[in-house]
């Protein structure tokens, strides 16, 4: 069964920085693109940043523009967020989602699975 298990959230103060990973167990994520969510406290779920399968499209929200940054790792198997200047806003549970298709595309689009969420709390 194709999962995805996200690491790397955790406990920061405003102005520090996390790094995410989502690693694919029961397939591989190479071929596809991949997306990051993020679910803020009593809100939905917005896209944050999405790679396609060979990096040449990457995508960010406009709330992180410029401090965060989605790398891939095809031969690990594993897409990276790394989160510099944190901000409390930036507080939510982050989810990897795989999509369907090589590229990005909508943030929302051809998404088939999705991680089970790691909670990052950006907080003094």
């Known amino acids: 069964q194709f999962q995805l298990v996200e690491s790397g959230g955790g406990l920061v103060q405003p102005g520090g920085s996390l790094r995410l990973s989502c690693k694919a167990s029961g397939g591989t994520l190479a071929r596809y693109a991949v997306a990051w969510f993020r679910q803020a406290p009593g809100k939905g779920r917005r896209g944050v940043s999405c790679?396609?399968?060979?990096?040449?499209?990457?995508k960010y929200a406009d709330s992180v523009k410029g401090r965060f940054t989605i790398s891939r790792d095809n031969d690990m198997d594993i897409v990276y967020l790394q989160m510099n200047n944190l901000k409390p806003e930036d507080t939510g549970v982050y989810y990897c989602?795989?999509?369907?298709?090589?590229?990005?595309?909508?943030?929302?689009?051809?998404?088939?699975?999705w991680g089970q969420g790691t909670q990052v709390t950006v907080s003094s």
């Open positions: 989602t795989k999509k369907k298709y090589s590229m990005c595309a909508s943030f929302d689009l051809d998404i088939d699975i």
């Open positions: 790679i396609s399968d060979s990096s040449l499209t990457i």
